[in-house]
């Protein structure tokens, strides 16, 4: 296990947790099926998913870094990337017309595979202001540049509703700037613990009541932009206090409550939950079967234990023995 699941085990039960809502959403898209509060729960609850994950992603990273493995796991991560890309390759290629639009999935990232794609982008940023700022200023240079993103992402979705500095000022959702503040929130948040340590974080209980307070408040954003006209939109604009804030206060109410620790790979689990949910999806549509809860426990359950198996497969678990022979290796 990572040393990050050794301190935190709860941490990769909130990782499994996340990485279960991708699939129930994109499930509820792909199959057709509808529900009752279907549009608030999306809007108001499931679009926080990505962000938490995002934050997760920027825990993970900071303890990457401060073991200067940071270069060594941005190739992985490049690798891993390149890999998936090419495996969903049938699906995606049959959507673009020509070379230049081939270039541009390929750099942003096709269907849901932009996540992976921003998150290498991120990690370079990271990796470059470690290797170019005095120590004592990157917290501070990571920062502003987070604050600058989030500014820039929040006028994007709001231009897109109320168009106040016109239509030449789009930005995707799933785009560098919309995910680099929460990465970043989460590389300072590790900071902060590694520093003060897990006690000098507030109780559980008060943090989840936060948190319950806001995403019920989110709702009632939700319910307010439907009433204003704003949904359905592709992205609604959302309240950026509440977006920023959410996410790191689940995480941090996570990291405060005692679960026991499990021998289970959960975090290559999430993973592979995350990058092969799409193609069993589409698999199940493709032969006409559209039972949402067979799908998205298929969806499920197949990555899940194909990630319990893959350590078992006598190739991978020679490369995990010989990337252990080399994790020592200095590295920046």
């Known amino acids: 296990m990572s040393p990050v699941t050794n301190r935190y085990p709860s941490i990769d039960y909130l990782r499994v947790i996340l990485a279960c809502?991708?699939?129930?959403?994109?499930?509820?898209?792909?199959?057709?099926?509808?529900?009752?509060?279907?549009?608030?729960?999306?809007?108001?609850?499931?679009?926080?998913?990505?962000?938490?994950?995002?934050?997760?992603?920027?825990?993970?990273?900071?303890h990457t870094a401060t073991r200067n493995r940071l270069s060594g796991w941005l190739r992985g991560l490049v690798i891993l990337y390149a890999t998936w890309v090419i495996i969903y390759a049938p699906l995606w290629?049959?959507?673009?017309?020509?070379?230049?639009?081939?270039?541009?999935?390929?750099?942003?990232?096709?269907?849901h595979l932009w996540y992976v794609a921003c998150l290498v982008q991120i990690v370079a940023i990271i990796w470059l202001v470690r290797q170019t700022v005095p120590v004592r200023h990157q917290g501070t240079a990571l920062a502003a540049a987070a604050v600058l993103a989030a500014i820039v992402a929040t006028l994007a979705q709001y231009n897109d509703r109320y168009a106040f500095v016109g239509p030449w000022f789009a930005l995707r959702r799933a785009n560098v700037l919309y995910l680099l503040p929460f990465v970043v929130e989460g590389f300072l948040l590790a900071h902060w613990v590694a520093r003060r340590g897990r006690a000098a974080l507030p109780k559980a209980l008060p943090l989840w009541g936060l948190v319950a307070v806001l995403l019920v408040l989110r709702?009632?954003?939700?319910?307010?932009?439907?009433?204003?006209?704003?949904?359905?939109?592709?992205?609604?604009?959302?309240?950026?206090v509440m977006l920023?804030?959410?996410?790191?206060?689940?995480?941090?109410?996570?990291?405060?409550?005692?679960?026991?620790?499990?021998?289970?790979?959960?975090?290559?689990?999430?993973?592979?939950?995350?990058?092969?949910?799409?193609?069993?999806?589409?698999?199940?549509?493709?032969?006409?079967?559209?039972?949402?809860?067979?799908?998205?426990?298929?969806?499920?359950?197949?990555?899940?234990?194909?990630?319990?198996a893959l350590p078992h497969v006598p190739i991978v678990s020679g490369i995990n023995r010989k990337l252990s022979r080399t994790s020592s290796a200095p590295r920046s």
């Open 21 to 62: 809502c991708v699939v129930f959403a994109h499930t509820v898209l792909m199959t057709g099926y509808e529900f009752r509060w279907m549009t608030e729960i999306g809007y108001g609850l499931l679009r926080l998913v990505v962000p938490t994950f995002a934050l997760l992603s920027g825990f993970g990273l900071y």
């Open 93 to 111: 290629l049959r959507l673009v017309e020509s070379g230049a639009e081939v270039l541009h999935q390929v750099l942003n990232g096709p269907m």
């Open 219 to 240: 709702l009632v954003e939700v319910r307010w932009l439907m009433d204003a006209g704003a949904v359905p939109l592709k992205d609604p604009p959302e309240f950026p």
């Open 244 to 308: 920023y804030l959410v996410p790191v206060l689940i995480v941090m109410a996570v990291m405060r409550m005692d679960v026991p620790a499990t021998r289970l790979n959960l975090s290559s689990a999430s993973v592979l939950i995350y990058l092969m949910h799409i193609g069993i999806i589409f698999a199940f549509i493709t032969i006409g079967i559209t039972h949402m809860w067979l799908v998205l426990a298929t969806a499920i359950v197949v990555p899940f234990l194909s990630a319990m």
